[in-house]
């Protein structure tokens, strides 16, 4: 229902003293009614318009005067850089600042809401930030007390623990180290260098550096190519590296012993689509919108034996939409999971 406005206002009194004016002259005249319908019709009409026109003007100059201040802020809040001093629409005054009040109470909210959000990502990823790293940073140290306290003498021990201490502090500096690129590509100072280069080549060398993974894991890596020859995509290859180690890493990981990875590419018309499954473990769909999500693991417990920093999805995430396209996932538990993204065609 509209909110009343001030012509709104304006003609409901003056019709109610319009109607009050013609009865108590109706009471008063002394004469026959007929003879006076001319001057009663006259004065209601007299007594409309001057009320009317005088309602109505009071109405609007006081609103305006009250209300136009607000309104200007409102708009200023909404539109920085708009200009200064707007004035209200007269016509449609009440209208238009409550269409405006509500418009900018809800954009506020949705401010206040995604607010709270990311205060609690913030929060969470500073716990899970910090847990990644004490882990590392603890074993570390119980190696080294170990050694200052005579087992740097035990020669069957000091070899071996340093090479422990030496594999959690990698871990720390792979951490470091893909923060740093996250950060980098939030902050827009990684350029993407495009390139033409053949994927379908790209993604062998990746299969030939985790064939011996593969292999341990017994997973058969697959590679499915719909052209049967090079497939040319314009990117950064060594972004484009990254990714597809990162998506093929995790498909080794978290594939059943005896499984697959399977890397598809498909033409479609101005992109390639690349997809990357398995008929591994799956995701939970409660846990699929945070998968990208810096530290985020489905299973904590085994993710963090199986190694990794947590990141690789970020960056993959990162990198992708550096590329101005979109990765997505599909997933079913005990069944498999498939990542798929696009790349723009190359020469």
């Known amino acids: 229902?509209?909110?009343a406005n001030p012509k709104m206002m304006a003609l409901y009194v003056a019709v109610?003293?319009?109607?009050?004016t013609g009865?108590?002259?109706?009471?008063y005249i002394t004469l026959p009614i007929e003879g006076h319908i001319p001057v009663i019709t006259g004065s209601v009409i007299l007594v409309f318009g001057g009320v009317y026109l005088m309602v109505y003007l009071l109405l609007t100059n006081f609103i305006v005067q009250k209300i136009n201040p607000i309104y200007?802020?409102?708009?200023?809040?909404?539109?920085?850089?708009?200009?200064?001093?707007?004035?209200l629409?007269?016509?449609?005054?009440?209208?238009g600042i409550n269409q405006e009040v509500e418009d900018w109470a809800t954009n506020k909210t949705r401010?206040?809401?995604?607010?709270?959000?990311m205060e609690n990502y913030r929060k969470e990823f500073l716990d899970n930030i910090s847990h990644e790293m004490k882990s590392p940073l603890f074993n570390v140290q119980g190696y080294v007390h170990t050694l200052l306290d005579g087992g740097l003498e035990d020669v069957s021990v000091n070899r071996k623990f340093l090479e422990k201490a030496e594999k959690n502090i990698s871990r720390l500096i792979n951490i470091v180290n893909d923060l740093d690129t996250i950060s980098r590509?939030?902050?827009?100072?990684?350029?993407?260098?495009?390139?033409?280069?053949?994927?379908?080549?790209?993604?062998?060398?990746?299969?030939?550096?985790?064939e011996m993974r593969a292999q341990n894991q017994g997973i058969n890596l697959v590679l499915d190519n719909e052209t049967k020859g090079p497939v040319m995509v314009h990117a950064d290859r060594e972004k484009i590296h990254e990714v597809m180690s990162n998506l093929i890493i995790n498909s080794i990981k978290y594939s059943n012993e005896g499984g697959r990875t399977l890397v598809k590419f498909s033409d479609l018309e101005d992109n390639i689509l690349i997809e990357v499954s398995d008929d591994g473990l799956g995701i939970p769909n409660g846990d699929l919108p945070r998968i990208f999500e810096r530290f985020y693991r489905v299973d904590k417990s085994r993710s963090r034996n199986q190694g990794g920093t947590g990141l690789g999805l970020a960056i993959v995430k990162h990198v992708i939409e550096a590329h101005c396209q979109t990765i997505?996932?599909?997933?079913?538990?005990?069944?498999?999971?498939?990542?798929?993204f696009t790349l723009r065609k190359g020469i």
Do not use: W, Y
Not at 16 to 20: G, K, R, T, Y
Not at 81 to 87: I, L, N, Q, T, Y
Not at 192 to 204: A, G, M, S, W, Y
């Open 1 to 3: 229902m509209k909110t």
């Open 16 to 20: 109610l003293a319009s109607v009050i």
């Open 23 to 27: 009865v108590v002259e109706t009471i």
């Open 72 to 87: 200007n802020t409102i708009s200023n809040l909404k539109e920085p850089k708009a200009k200064p001093d707007r004035e």
């Open 89 to 95: 629409d007269k016509n449609d005054l009440i209208d």
């Open 111 to 117: 401010e206040i809401d995604h607010l709270k959000e």
């Open 185 to 210: 590509l939030d902050s827009g100072e990684i350029k993407i260098e495009f390139e033409n280069f053949d994927i379908v080549q790209l993604t062998k060398e990746v299969f030939e550096l985790q």
């Open 328 to 340: 997505r996932v599909k997933s079913q538990e005990s069944k498999g999971t498939c990542f798929s």
